[in-house]
């Protein structure tokens, strides 16, 4: 009877410990219990973030257990731990998330690792410590994810074309001369005074000189006749249109007496009364009451109604009549003269023979006649040796190193033309390029803050928020840019339609251009394109058959 009472009361005992959970050790966590999001990891921004979840059973926590889940990505024989996240038992004091016994509970665990192409080949574990009633123990560690999709790192500021400090060559550049031929008042004659003064034999020497220079063509030749406001309107329209007449019979004459045969086209107007002219005269002066004559050319529209209110400011009418009235009553000359630049064959000539005959903006120019990325760099340095305070010559030089390879030394030169130009936005556009590719990401945002407005930023600024992480800042960003870079920021988005649209519009494919069309195939389910544009890809560049193989868009294709 002793002995059957002991036994009942340790079966009583054992049967106590297991029910409230604190009897033994803990069971080690099942696979099944785990969740990764994304599975396979995805690196982004140069990180590799995700969340497992982990969706625990009723009675399997230990009410006075802490558990110490450390993920950990397993790639090449070593490995790398992510932040340890801890979960405790219903009876234990502290401040980590609380998980059932009686119920069980959701684990959330966030996984964050920096980016390294090895691994791309990888595992993700979950590695358990267990602190329980004082003691520690270690349970069996548990996969919960294979590999990394690293699709965003096909983008690259590598491929990203610097931009450009245009040249200003015209190879016809307008010029205007006039001279102004003046009357008195109410008088359309001719003065001999006014033939003669240097305004109009300047303007007729320059008119005769075209005769001879074959860089020099004349557009046109056109009169403009002017009556002050003062008077009838009937009679100022006459009075204008004879001015007119008279100034076309003088020039007339004149440009046979030069023998100046091709002046293109002769046009003649006259304006009966200049109430812009006065108005605009007026509001430059230092007349008292000014104010008062421009409030009275707003208030009254009818010429004769102006002329009428002004001469009742008897004040000021004498001053207006000294001072403004006369400078109205004129014809103005204008010759339109074409001056021709060189063509691109004496360009061309002049670079190979004397570059010294040329205008830094020439010589830029001379640049785009080429697509010869050596004569372009031979013209560039040209252009600094002769002309070393311009910026362009040292910034389009470090673009077509930049485009090269040679980062370096396109660094130099383009803080060379900063100095020279700090508010250059093509400039600063390029420092912030090369700062991408040296992952200064901070001294980027700088140097595009400074560059802002030009065309050409979309892509560097689409590629800086993709390489911080940003999918949906780079989208915006790239905007209607069709490249390699702009479809890998749609790819991350899921937006695979706008992803082969801008794929198929690449000026330039290359090998990289194939293979992400081929991972767009890929997660469209579509094998036909899977393989013909990796094939296609391969053959430009045989070195991505082998990312391929290893690359888990395609896992499903490599079996």
């Known amino acids: 009877m002793r002995k059957s009472l002991i036994g009942t009361l340790f079966l009583g005992s054992v049967a106590t410990l297991a029910l409230t959970g604190c009897a033994g050790k803990m069971k080690p966590f099942a696979a099944n219990y785990f969740t990764t999001n994304p599975n396979p990891l995805e690196a982004i921004g140069g990180k590799i973030p995700a969340v497992v979840t982990g969706n625990i059973p009723a009675k399997f926590f230990n009410k006075d257990a802490v558990v110490s889940v450390t993920p950990f990505l397993a790639y090449e024989g070593t490995g790398v731990p992510a932040a340890t996240v801890r979960f405790q038992g219903d009876k234990v004091r502290g401040n980590n998330p609380q998980i059932s ?28 410590t267990v602190d329980q009633g004082g003691k520690q123990y270690v349970l069996p560690r548990v996969k919960v994810a294979d590999g990394v999709i690293a699709t965003s790192t096909l983008a690259s500021a590598s491929t990203i074309n610097p931009a450009l400090t245009p040249d200003k060559f015209q190879r016809v550049i307008n010029e205007k001369y006039s001279a102004d031929i003046r009357f008195l008042i109410n008088q359309a004659n001719l003065r001999q005074s006014e033939l003669q003064s240097d305004a109009v034999k300047d303007l007729n ?37 004879n001015r007119e007449k008279n100034t076309k019979s003088y020039l007339e004459g004149q440009l046979a007496k ?16 200049d109430w812009e002219g006065f108005q605009e005269l007026v509001s430059q002066s230092n007349i008292q009451d000014k104010e008062l004559i421009l409030s009275v050319l707003s208030m009254y529209k009818d010429p004769e109604e102006r002329e009428r209110e002004i001469r009742n400011l008897s004040s000021v009418f004498d001053q207006l009549a000294d001072q403004i009235l006369p400078q109205l009553r004129y014809s103005r000359i204008t010759a339109s003269i074409d001056v021709i630049g060189k063509s691109d064959n004496e360009i061309n000539r002049a670079i190979d023979n004397n570059p010294k005959d040329l205008t830094v903006d020439e010589l830029l120019y001379g640049a785009t006649l080429t697509e010869d990325p050596a004569r372009k760099t031979m013209i560039y340095e040209k252009a600094i040796e002769l002309f070393p305070n311009d910026h362009r010559g040292y910034n389009n030089l470090g673009l077509m190193q ?31 390029l090369v700062s991408l590719l040296e992952h200064d990401y901070a001294n980027a945002n700088n140097e595009f803050g400074k560059a802002g407005g030009l065309d050409q930023l979309a892509e560097p600024l689409g590629l800086y928020y993709l390489e911080q992480g940003d999918v949906n800042a780079a989208v915006r960003a790239f905007g209607d840019v069709k490249s390699n870079n702009a479809a890998v920021a749609q790819i991350m988005a899921k937006d695979y339609s706008k992803a082969q ?30 393989v013909s544009n990796l094939t296609r890809a391969k053959q430009l560049d045989p070195a991505v058959g082998n990312q391929a193989i290893n690359d888990l868009e395609f896992a499903r294709y490599n079996h």
């Open 101 to 128: 016994y009686d119920r069980g509970g959701m684990m959330t665990i966030p996984v964050n690792f920096i980016y390294m192409p090895s691994m791309r080949k990888s595992e993700l574990y979950l590695d358990f």
């Open 205 to 241: 020497k320059t008119i005769a000189a075209t005769t001879d220079d074959p860089f020099r063509e004349i557009q046109e030749i056109n009169i403009q006749s002017y009556a002050s406001p003062e008077g009838a309107l009937d009679f100022n329209t006459r009075l204008a249109e």
């Open 258 to 273: 030069d023998k100046v045969k091709e002046f293109g086209e002769l046009t003649a107007q006259f304006t009966p009364e």
């Open 402 to 432: 930049y485009k090269a390879g040679k980062y370096d030394q396109a660094k130099a030169n383009f803080n060379k033309a900063s100095q020279l130009a700090p508010n250059a936005p093509e400039v600063n556009m390029n420092k912030g």
């Open 501 to 530: 649209r801008t794929l198929d519009a690449v000026a330039n494919p290359d090998a990289t251009t194939y293979y992400l069309k081929a991972i767009v195939a890929a997660r469209t389910n579509d094998a036909a394109h899977v």
